[in-house]
C-alpha cells in the first residue's frame, strides 16, 4: 500500500532560522512526487514537482530534494509570510491517484 | 484566468439533510476529485472521475454521491447517511504532467 509521512508535524522557527521538512513515502513505481502549501481555509497551491532521485528545484527560499525514500524541503531564511501548512504527495507509476501526507504546519516568528 | 471555482465557501447542513457542493473548472482537464480534509489528517480521496459520465469510488465515498454530466462540473453531494460530514472538502482536477489544481474549498458544518 502506497503511504506518505511527514516530519515534524508542527514546526515553529524565528524569522531567518533555516530548517528542513521531511516527505517519506513508499510506494510502488514513483510517477512524481508533489510539494503544496496550504493557508488556512484555503485550498492547496502548487509549489514543485520532483521526478527522479537526485533531482532537485527551488523557488525563492524554497528548495525541494528527492532521494529513494524521501523527499526534504528546505526552507533558507524564512519570514514570517511562508508560515503555512505544507503537504507532500506521490503520484504512483501505476494510477492517477495521488496519496497525500499528513503535512507540516510551519509557523515562522517575527 | 483559469481555475477552479467551488461554492459556496461555507455551508451549514441539518441533521438528515442531504447537501450539493459545487465544483466548476475551465482549465480543459478530464480528470476530477473530490477530498475531505479533517484536522491533523491527510487528504482522503471521496470519489474521482477521468471522463465525462464516469466517476469511481475513493477511500472513504460512503455517504457521498457525484455526477459528471459536463466536463467543467463536478457536484458532490453530502447524504444523510454520512454521519460525520463536518469537514473542510476541497475539488481538484489534473493535468498529467503538472499535477493537481485545487480549489478554494467548501467549510461543512452540522448544525
Known amino acids: 500500500e502506497d503511504q506518505v509521512t511527514q516530519s515534524p508535524e508542527a514546526l515553529r522557527l524565528q524569522e531567518g532560522e533555516s530548517s528542513s521538512l521531511n516527505c517519506s513515502y513508499t510506494v510502488s513505481g514513483l510517477r512524481g512526487l508533489f510539494w503544496y502549501r496550504q493557508d488556512p481555509g484555503k485550498g492547496p497551491e502548487f509549489l514543485f514537482t520532483?521526478?527522479?532521485a537526485g533531482e532537485e528545484k527551488e523557488k525563492e527560499r524554497l528548495k525541494a530534494t528527492l532521494t529513494k525514500k524521501e523527499s526534504f524541503l528546505h526552507i533558507t531564511a524564512p519570514k514570517p509570510e511562508d508560515s503555512a501548512t505544507y503537504l507532500c504527495?506521490?503520484?504512483?507509476?501505476?494510477?492517477?491517484?495521488?496519496?497525500f501526507g499528513p503535512g507540516t504546519r510551519l509557523s515562522v516568528l517575527p | 484566468d483559469g481555475g477552479i471555482t467551488q461554492s459556496p465557501k461555507y455551508l451549514f447542513r441539518k441533521e438528515g439533510q442531504n447537501v450539493t457542493l459545487s465544483c466548476e473548472q475551465n482549465l480543459n482537464h478530464d480528470a476530477m476529485y473530490w477530498y475531505r480534509q479533517d484536522p491533523g489528517q491527510g487528504l482522503r480521496l471521496i470519489y474521482y472521475s477521468q471522463i465525462v459520465n464516469d466517476f469511481q469510488k475513493g477511500d472513504i465515498a460512503e455517504g457521498y454521491s457525484v455526477s459528471r454530466e459536463k466536463k467543467e462540473s463536478f457536484p458532490l453531494t453530502v447524504t444523510s447517511a454520512q454521519k460525520n460530514p463536518t469537514a473542510f472538502y476541497l475539488c481538484?482536477?489534473?493535468?498529467?504532467?503538472?499535477?493537481?489544481?485545487f480549489g478554494s474549498g467548501t467549510r461543512l458544518t452540522v448544525v
Open positions: 504527495a506521490v503520484q504512483a507509476g501505476n494510477g492517477q491517484n495521488f496519496v
Open positions: 520532483l521526478y527522479s
Open positions: 481538484a482536477s489534473s493535468h498529467p504532467d503538472y499535477g493537481y489544481t
